[in-house]
Structures are given as structure tokens and as C-alpha cells.
């Protein structure tokens, strides 16, 4: 039986490659797992809705090829198991999750297996390199990206980015045992507007966006950082489901061999980095990589924590940000770095909680990324920016927003300014305001901090604990 999970593709696919090469009859599964949506705080998710559409692309798919899917909604804890039993399978296929809650799943699902005699099997699928692949010279994991990047450069080549062929064994796949695909409204989830916001799910709209993004390639170091910019691969979302393959992204990059290309391969090396940091360091999904810096002693002033929500902090850059963020579930991976960091050493609110924020609106969450990219801004993470570097959210915007575009695309009604004080509204007399047609307290708030002083106080709270 093979278990589909995080990987919604019949192609370059190690479990399902893994099950067809040494079983007679495979049977595919998907569950819609109660313990994860259950709990999921809005009715309205759209990674729900690109899970739906990912399925039933792969459903389709798979019956082309002479097989099918069955698709249960309840505990995988229970539904697993109990399909296994049903079915007489011999062995269930999955490949390996590093999130500490689905380690621990998959253990209890592995005893009940084996109370029936059914082994659990599982692959390397979703990272290049993982667990204890790569080590420092002392045998222990890494904790500075550099050189976790050098070790991963040094020993790839072509093995580890090689395809797994599912397509040589389709006559090995059994039929449908017949279980059809939930509604939204069925698994207590109301539809979004994940398809008006041009987003194609499953893996026609990974291959679209690759095939778009390999057009682009060479370019990426030059137009990544800017958010108005088409710069991006706009893959991540896919990556998290599993619509592509991670050793096809990186087999491209790396054949590229130009400076675009290698710098896009360093993030999905990142990428890499952030799912060994979890697996080796659970704790760190609660707390700071560096433990003094658990002592921080964060405000959490929640009328600040309501403004970077909402989007009304009063920085252009941070508003059109978190704007982007609640109406599209994207967010530039540039303004994540200033967003979060606005947060924490602005705001000096506890990064768990722009974590959990991230987290809940995110199409693209992933818990390792998502908790390497907060703690890195928040300087508590391995390898993380020094405390003392704060973003100034303004010559940020200066630096990466310079026309504005972007800004006006989310926070309109700045529309009016011109591209030299869009960044900074509030320092505009009152003659500037009437002309822009924006009256700052009224139409758009000021600043609800100044940034000199949030940085003084930045510092203070960072050094007491780094130095109690």
C-alpha cells in the first residue's frame, strides 16, 4: 500500500518507486487527516483547497495509468492501519516526514502495523541530503550554514539528483477501492480564493511555473530581492506538497551553471539546512535555538501585535507586506525578512508568535522553513543575523521598493505619493498630504513606533540576555 502524503505526484517518487519495484499490487491511498484540519483555526484555508485540487489531479493521473487512489478523511492513526488490514497488504509505503508531531504518527502507526504483520517502509523524498547524511568532521550535526553548504556541494553529483522512474512499473498498480473524494464543505471547510488568485494547484501548475521559472533562471540573483519584480519561482507552495520533485529543481539548478542558478540551489540548500535542524533539534519548535535568548523578555503589546496583523503599522513596507500576506496567503521572501524582523525588534513581540501567525496564513508553511526563517530574524536561530542587525523598514523599502510599485499595490492608499516620500508618508507636510490625497492620522496611520528608539531598546533586551 502506498501511503501519499507531503509527495501529491506519480512521478520521480521514491515511496511509490520503492512500493511498485518490490510489490505485486499496490494500492494507493490519501488520507485527509482529522488530527491536522481539525485543528486548523479558520474554516476558510487555502492549502486546504490545494490539497483538494493536488488529489484529485493525482487521483486522475493514476487512473490513466491503470490504478487508483482511495481517499479517506479521518485519523491516519486509525484509517491506515485499518485500510491495510483490509486490503491484506503486505507492507505500507510512505516517505519520511522530520516534523516531531509526524515522527511520532508515524511510530504509532508503524506499532499497530506490526501488530498485524505489516511492515512500514519509508524513503527520502522531499530534501536532497537529511538525518545524518551530511556531518561536520567531529560527527555531529551542522550549525552554521556555510559550511552545511560547503559539505552538501562537495558531495553531490548526479546520484543523489537521479529520477525514480515510477513510470516503468504502472501494470503494478491495483485499481480503486472505491472511496470518493470529500468536499470542502464536507470535511468543514469553506472554498477561498485560491484559484482567483491565479494559483494552479497539483502538478500541471508546479510544471507550468518551473518550465516559466527555468525562462527566468539566470536572472534570479539580480531580481530576487524585489517584490514588484517577477524574481521568484513561486515554487514553495508546490515543494510543500510535493507536486514537484526537489531532485529535479536542484538537478536544473546545478546543470545551469550560471550565477542565477547558484544562488537559487543555496536556497533550496537552506532549504535542506532548516529540515536537519528539526529533526536534530526538536526543541526548537518552541524555543530559541540559543537558549539564553529564551529569557527575552518580550512586551507583546497587543495593540502593536494587531497593527502588524492588520497591516496598519504605519511602514509602508511591513503594511503592503502583511497585506499581501492576508489576502493571498504569499509573502515576498524579502518582506518576510522585514516583516518579522518589524515584529520583533520594532514591536518587540515574541517571534513564536509571528511564527504561529506565518503559520496559520502561509500557502507555502512549512515547519522548518517557517521556524528557520523566524528565528534567523529574530537572531535566537543557528547561524542567525547578530541581534545588532536590525532592518530599518524604511531604507529597506528605499532599497528594494524604490518606485513604490509594490507598495501602492497593497497599501493604496498611498497611491497619491510620489517615489520619494511613499516611503516615509509621515514626514510630508501638510501641503504634500492634500496633494497626495492622503491625510497621515486619517487615511493612513503614523508610525505607532519610532524606529531609532525600538532599536535602542532592541539592543538593551538582547544584551541582558545574552549577558544576565
Known amino acids: 500500500m502506498m501511503w501519499f502524503r507531503r509527495d501529491l505526484r506519480c512521478f520521480d517518487h521514491a515511496a511509490l518507486h520503492a512500493a511498485l519495484t518490490s510489490s505485486r499490487r499496490v494500492y494507493c491511498v490519501f488520507v ?94 522531499q530534501v536532497i541530503f537529511e538525518k545524518d547524511e551530511l556531518l561536520t568532521q567531529a560527527g555531529r550535526p551542522f550549525s552554521v550554514f556555510t559550511a552545511y553548504k560547503n559539505a552538501w556541494l562537495k558531495r553531490l553529483d548526479g546520484f543523489f539528483m537521479q529520477a525514480y522512474p515510477v513510470e516503468k512499473y504502472w501494470d503494478r498498480l491495483a485499481g480503486d477501492t472505491v472511496k470518493s473524494m470529500p468536499t470542502l464543505e464536507a470535511m468543514g471547510f469553506k472554498p477561498t480564493n485560491l484559484l482567483e488568485l ?37 515554487l514553495s507552495v508546490h515543494l510543500r506538497f510535493g507536486t514537484i520533485s526537489i531532485r529535479a529543481l536542484a538537478r536544473e539548478a546545478w546543470q545551469a551553471a550560471n550565477r542565477g542558478a547558484a544562488v537559487w540551489l543555496s536556497e533550496l540548500i537552506w532549504r535542506d539546512f532548516y529540515f536537519m535542524i528539526l529533526y536534530h533539534h526538536p526543541r526548537v519548535v518552541s524555543h530559541a535555538f540559543h537558549p539564553e535568548y529564551d529569557a527575552i523578555r518580550f512586551a507583546n503589546d497587543p495593540d502593536l501585535w494587531r497593527a502588524w496583523c492588520e497591516g496598519r503599522t504605519g511602514y509602508p513596507l511591513v503594511d503592503a507586506a502583511m497585506r499581501q500576506l492576508n489576502t493571498s496567503g504569499y509573502m515576498h521572501n524579502r518582506l518576510r525578512m522585514v516583516a518579522a524582523s518589524f515584529l520583533v525588534k520594532d514591536l518587540h513581540v515574541d517571534w513564536r508568535r509571528g511564527e504561529r501567525y506565518f503559520a496559520e496564513h502561509l500557502n507555502d508553511y512549512d515547519l522548518a522553513a517557517n521556524n528557520g526563517g523566524w528565528q534567523w530574524a529574530a537572531s535566537t536561530g543557528c547561524d542567525a543575523q547578530p541581534y545588532f542587525r536590525i532592518f530599518n523598514p524604511v531604507t529597506q523599502a528605499q532599497k528594494f521598493d524604490a518606485g513604490g510599485k509594490f507598495i501602492r499595490l497593497y497599501v493604496p492608499e498611498l497611491k497619491g505619493c510620489d517615489d520619494k516620500t511613499i516611503h516615509a508618508p509621515w514626514l510630508m507636510s501638510p501641503a504634500q498630504q492634500a496633494k497626495a490625497g492622503v491625510l497621515i492620522g486619517r487615511d493612513y496611520p503614523a508610525p505607532i513606533v519610532d524606529h531609532a528608539t525600538a532599536r535602542r531598546t532592541t539592543l538593551d533586551l538582547y544584551t541582558r540576555a545574552k549577558n544576565p
Open 32 to 125: 485527509f487527516d482529522r488530527e491536522i484540519l481539525d485543528v486548523l483555526p479558520r474554516r476558510a484555508d487555502r492549502r486546504v483547497e490545494f490539497i483538494l485540487h493536488s488529489v484529485n489531479e493525482l487521483q486522475r493521473e493514476l487512473a490513466r495509468h491503470g490504478g487508483g487512489l482511495t481517499i479517506l478523511h479521518g485519523s491516519a492513526r486509525e484509517e491506515i492501519p485499518a485500510l491495510a488490514a483490509r486490503l491484506k497488504a503486505d507492507a505500507v509505503f510512505a516517505n519520511h516526514d522530520y516534523e516531531p508531531a509526524a515522527i511520532e504518527r508515524d511510530q504509532a502507526i508503524e506499532a499497530s502495523l506490526a501488530g498485524g504483520r505489516c511492515a512500514f517502509i519509508t524513503r527520502k523524498d
Open 198 to 234: 491565479g494559483v494552479v494547484p497539483g502538478m500541471t501548475g508546479a510544471s507550468k511555473l518551473f518550465a516559466d521559472f527555468k525562462e527566468r533562471m539566470a536572472d534570479y540573483d539580480k531580481r530576487r530581492d524585489f517584490p514588484a519584480l517577477r524574481g521568484p519561482s513561486y
